[in-house]
């Protein structure tokens, strides 16, 4: 065989190892959509707190589209302005916007009436972008008392798996430490705030489609589980 034809040969078989790795590809993304729409399998919980901001946050929300699968971003009230088509966009995919707070304020150490207002002047910007406020409140750091729980009158929601996103920077660490510590009835911790964690969840819905789990709302969560979760806490 000539150099030539040894090329043109060599050519042909990258070009066919392409197009099957290309064919290969588009199936198994099929199945993984497919799979993302079943009624079945343990329920997980995606949670993000703190934003939104601008490009972590697409970045997550494209991957949730992607997947077809849906997550609970727990937004601040102050970061509302600016960013309403984000909050419009979160609700078109199917995912739920609680209640973070106006200023990230922990409220164990304000009065009953700085409590309530934290919380109410962030459902009003809600109101303002979406025509209805949240449904649920995620109190700064996971902090609350008797006395927090019995002022604000909505599901005060924890979580069972803190993913320590804020400190953990490698990305594929972080999707393995989720994948690993998933199971029914779940509610993982993670911030819309940090690029190596819209890097991990290009990873960690694959994982988790994979594997069976049906995303949920945390709404849907609590309803699902009549209310009954350690990481969450009714109101009175
Ligand atoms: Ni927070």
């Known amino acids: 065989m000539s150099e030539h034809t040894l090329k043109a040969a060599a050519v042909t078989l990258c070009v066919l190892a392409a197009a099957a790795s290309f064919i290969q590809d588009a199936r ?6 497919a ?10 919980a995606l949670t993000f707190d703190d934003g939104p901001y601008p ?3 697409a970045a997550i929300l494209d991957a949730l589209e ?22 419009k966009r979160m609700e078109e995919l199917g995912c739920e916007i609680g209640n973070h707070t106006w200023s990230h304020a922990d409220l164990t150490g304000l009065s009953a009436a700085q409590c309530i207002s934290e919380i109410e002047k962030t459902n009003e910007e809600f109101k303002r972008v979406l025509g209805h406020g949240a449904a649920v409140v995620r109190p700064p750091f996971g902090h609350y008392n008797s006395t927090v729980r019995n002022l604000v009158p909505y599901p005060l929601i924890l979580w069972t798996v803190d993913t320590g996103d804020w400190q953990k920077q490698n990305p594929r660490q972080l999707a393995r430490s989720v994948v690993e510590q998933a199971k029914e009835g779940c509610v993982i911790l993670m911030h819309d ?20 789990f049906r995303f949920v709302t945390i709404s849907e969560l609590i309803e ?11 109101p009175p």
Do not use: C
């Not at 079943?38 to 997980?44: A, L, S």
């Open 55 to 57: 490009e972590v946050t």
């Open 224 to 234: 699902a589980h009549d209310g009954q979760s350690a990481a969450v806490k009714l």
């Open 66 to 87: 992607q997947y077809g699968v849906k997550a609970t971003f727990f937004v601040l009230g102050s970061r509302v302005k600016g960013q309403e088509d984000m909050l």
């Open 35 to 44: 799979g993302a729409q079943t009624n079945e399998g343990p329920m997980i």
């Open 28 to 33: 198994s993304r099929t199945s993984l959509e």
């Open 193 to 212: 705030q940090q690029t190596s964690t819209a890097e991990a969840i290009t990873d960690i819905i694959p994982l988790l489609v994979r594997e069976g």
